[in-house]
């Protein structure tokens, strides 16, 4: 059974899907429903529960808005993907709070040719477990805020509040 917990935060609701301890889609919005829509049909055919508390997985979400900005990293993630995404995702994870960097630059850390930013982009934007795997930590070499799947808003808050908390 897939667990479901809505937290409130600054920036709005932040629904958290859990399967046995290990999240597994996380994202600002209201109805984790619309989460749970986005897995696998192998962890749907699991059935969504909406539990009171996740546990450690919700104390980190408060620990990282009461300013322990680490608290995130703590928390054990599973996403699917192919090897190249996998190694992008866990590049991603290592941004430090209050660091941004462009696609390029995430695709190096990868170990991908700076070429790969598009890649590094396809695998922020298919990234299920936000904010706990930092998509918004990633800007375009371009310029401003680049796009973000819960709207821009929310990406420029849970950076201001890293870069005065940091």
């Known amino acids: 059974m897939i667990e479901a917990q809505v937290l409130s935060t600054p920036a709005g609701p932040l629904a958290l899907l859990s399967r046995e301890g290990v999240l597994v889609a996380a994202g600002f919005t209201g109805d984790p429903h619309t989460m749970f829509e986005r897995l696998s049909p192998a962890l749907q055919a699991e059935g969504l529960e909406r539990v009171d508390d996740l546990g ?17 990293d703590s928390v054990p ?4 993907g192919t090897p190249t995404r996998q190694r992008l995702l866990t590049a991603l994870r290592e941004v430090p709070a209050g660091i941004t960097i462009s696609y390029a630059e995430l695709a190096e850390r990868a ?56």
């Open 56 to 72: 450690h997985a919700a104390q980190a979400v408060r620990d990282y808005l009461d300013g322990d900005l680490k608290a995130l």
């Open 77 to 80: 993630v599973s996403q699917p």
């Open 111 to 166: 170990g991908l040719p700076r070429t790969a930013a598009r890649a590094a982009g396809s695998a922020c934007a298919q990234n299920l477990i936000a904010p706990f795997v930092p998509c918004h930590r990633v800007l375009p070499s371009t310029g401003g805020f680049g796009g973000y799947y819960y709207g821009t808003p929310v990406k420029q808050w849970l950076l201001d509040h890293e870069a005065k908390t940091r």
